[in-house]
């Protein structure tokens, strides 16, 4: 399992050794969906439509989810 976090820019960046402040570990879907989130920071964005709040929860408060 890998460790991923988010860098300048809403970037995700692999890590390292111990896991630091702001990373989590992600593995298949959970890296999808960081990968969703870091995608939309990059482009400014912080708000995610979406029916699956719970796949996304561990993101907050970087985003704003909002359910249909």
């Known amino acids: 399992m890998g460790q991923v976090g988010f ?3 809403g970037r995700i960046r692999a890590k390292g050794g111990r896991q630091s402040a702001g990373a989590a570990q992600l593995a298949g ?3 999808h969906d960081a990968n969703i989130v ?3 920071l990059a482009h400014g964005e912080d708000r ?3 029916v699956n709040r719970s796949d996304f929860r ?3 408060p970087r985003i704003e ?3 249909p």
């Open 38 to 40: 870091a995608t939309m």
């Open 7 to 9: 860098g300048s820019g």
């Open 48 to 50: 995610l439509l979406t």
């Open 29 to 31: 879907r959970q890296a």
């Open 65 to 67: 989810i909002v359910e």
């Open 58 to 60: 561990r993101f907050e």
